[in-house]
């Protein structure tokens, strides 16, 4: 096996997209410069520049198990073959994906799936069609073992396993949704305990909202159960302080402190600026989005899995943007999290080789992946440069504003600084922006530059 495939989860290290309405025929390539898949993709641009489309094209080809594995990466030129979603996976996932191949490669059911010869497993495994049932792998034509009963048998003897065998479910992979318009208002509790069932497609949504909840409450109890030689509310703390820890970075100022005591069973939170306490639906909706989104992750066990998150950014404080990728790094372990996004300050937060510029050719209508290799930097560039030279913003100045003063530099520039409308102009932007605005600053040096060298 490769060495990417002994040293990473599952992650996506190339796709390809052949005659796509919006994306037409494209590579993207999710690998840092040493070749490994990046843990973390940010992917930018402006409206309309097919971010959310790419998202969903992702998801939609593990769907339809359009997947190759790193091992197939031999055809010489793939974008004339096929559309696929290139990946790495575990150890254990590998010798699963080579034992069936085995299995298959003499088996008269044994095909050309998508150009590569021999079976491919993993497409099974990502069939959307097998949930909520079981999911299966087939292992031959009257004969199949669910992914609970063959990780169990291939988890190698090797000492780094030994930890992982008393919790398969966190080993399976899943692929996460957290699309951008999820209203989370008037949520109720069923007042059931929360049991989580695997699936390899989740999304974040109002019906899985719905159980965040119950599964606070139902974390709570196993604490409580767990550590019985410790009193009730020491349990109730620890539980919320490992909660709260995930938020730590943000300076949030509600914080999670434990459950109602009205049989309702909803999470109550405290300010801790006016020690003030509510339940649920009195968190701000940056604070709704953030709490019910990283919690839903949570809920899912979301270890070894691929995260496609839509527009991170929505309802939070540009502070929060800065800080939020590094909560959804930090939610799980060994994730791959690739998000959307239109925030200057989540792309100023990451670096260059972590992030994708989408762009669109009006000329030529066809869509554009811009990589680090073109990319002068992103991360802890000002966030009024990420607007220009990443989001082709013209100006960060109201568009009104910005007229009138490329009119007064036109004016400087032809020597028209005593007629009228100068003077009325500049000293209308003055009152509006201050004296010492950049613009009206450098305005003057010009003008006493120009005056200089007139008395020369």
């Known amino acids: 096996m490769g060495n990417n495939i002994n040293r990473t989860h599952m992650k996506i290290k190339r796709l390809c997209i052949k005659n796509h309405s919006f994306l037409g025929t494209t590579e993207v390539d999710f690998t840092a410069p040493s070749?490994?898949?990046?843990?973390?993709?940010?992917?930018?641009?402006?409206?309309?520049?097919?971010?959310?489309t790419l998202l969903y094209s992702i998801k939609k080809l593990l769907e339809q198990g359009?997947?190759?594995?790193?091992?197939?990466?031999?055809?010489?030129?793939?974008?004339?073959?096929?559309?696929?979603?290139?990946?790495?996976?575990?150890?254990?996932?590998?010798?699963?994906?080579?034992?069936?191949?085995?299995?298959?490669?003499?088996?008269?059911?044994?095909?050309?799936?998508?150009?590569?010869?021999?079976?491919?497993?993993?497409?099974?495994?990502?069939?959307?069609?097998?949930?909520?049932?079981?999911?299966?792998?087939?292992?031959?034509?009257?004969?199949?073992?669910?992914?609970?009963?063959?990780?169990?048998?291939?988890?190698?003897?090797?000492?780094?396993?030994?930890?992982?065998?008393?919790?398969?479910?966190?080993?399976?992979?899943?692929?996460?949704?957290?699309?951008?318009?999820?209203?989370?208002?008037?949520?109720?509790?069923?007042?059931?305990?929360?049991?989580?069932?695997?699936?390899?497609?989740?999304?974040?949504?109002?019906?899985?909202?719905?159980?965040?909840?119950?599964?606070?409450?139902?974390?709570?109890?196993?604490?409580?159960?767990?550590?019985?030689?410790?009193?009730?509310?020491?349990?109730?703390?620890?539980?919320c302080a490992?909660?709260?820890?995930?938020?730590?970075?943000?300076?949030?100022?509600?914080?999670?402190?434990?459950?109602?005591?009205?049989?309702?069973?909803?999470?109550?939170?405290?300010?801790?600026?006016?020690?003030?306490?509510?339940?649920?639906?009195?968190?701000s909706s940056g604070e709704k989005q953030l709490f019910f989104r990283i919690m839903a992750v949570k809920m899912f066990e979301a270890h070894n899995s691929i995260l496609l998150v839509d527009e991170p950014e929505i309802s939070l404080h540009p502070a929060w943007q800065q800080k939020i990728l590094k909560i959804y790094e930090q939610v799980g372990q060994d994730n791959q999290v690739i998000v959307a996004t239109h925030s200057p300050h989540i792309i100023a937060s990451t670096p260059k080789k972590n992030v994708k510029i989408l762009t669109r050719n009006t000329e030529t209508n066809t869509f554009e992946v811009i990589d680090y290799t073109n990319i002068q930097a992103t991360k802890g560039v000002p966030?009024?440069?990420?607007?220009?030279?990443?989001?082709?913003?013209?100006?960060?100045?109201?568009?009104e504003v910005q007229e009138r003063i490329n009119q007064l530099w036109e004016w400087i520039y032809q020597g028209d600084v005593e007629i009228p409308d100068f003077t009325q102009q500049y000293h209308e932007l003055e009152q509006l922006l201050g004296t010492i605005d950049e613009d009206l600053v450098l305005m003057k040096m010009e003008m006493a530059k120009q005056k200089w060298k007139k008395e020369q």
């Open 35 to 52: 070749g490994e898949p990046l843990n973390t993709v940010v992917l930018a641009g402006i409206n309309g520049s097919g971010k959310t």
């Open 66 to 239: 359009k997947i190759r594995h790193t091992e197939f990466s031999t055809l010489p030129n793939i974008l004339d073959v096929v559309e696929y979603i290139q990946l790495v996976f575990t150890p254990m996932e590998a010798r699963i994906m080579a034992l069936m191949r085995k299995q298959h490669s003499d088996s008269p059911d044994a095909t050309i799936e998508y150009g590569f010869e021999g079976y491919n497993p993993f497409a099974d495994y990502a069939k959307p069609e097998r949930e909520p049932q079981t999911v299966l792998l087939k292992h031959h034509q009257d004969e199949e073992f669910t992914l609970e009963q063959l990780y169990p048998t291939w988890i190698p003897s090797d000492r780094q396993f030994v930890d992982q065998k008393h919790d398969i479910v966190k080993l399976l992979p899943k692929c996460i949704t957290l699309p951008s318009e999820t209203h989370f208002n008037n949520i109720q509790v069923t007042l059931q305990p929360f049991t989580y069932q695997y699936r390899f497609f989740q999304t974040v949504d109002r019906d899985i909202a719905q159980h965040i909840p119950d599964y606070f409450a139902t974390f709570i109890d196993k604490r409580v159960y767990q550590n019985e030689d410790i009193p009730v509310k020491e349990s109730i703390q620890h539980a």
């Open 242 to 283: 490992d909660i709260n820890t995930m938020f730590e970075t943000l300076d949030l100022e509600s914080r999670l402190i434990g459950i109602k005591s009205d049989g309702s069973r909803m999470p109550v939170f405290r300010n801790h600026k006016s020690g003030k306490e509510f339940d649920i639906q009195g968190l």
């Open 383 to 399: 966030v009024e440069r990420i607007l220009k030279d990443v989001m082709g913003l013209p100006t960060t100045r109201d568009p």
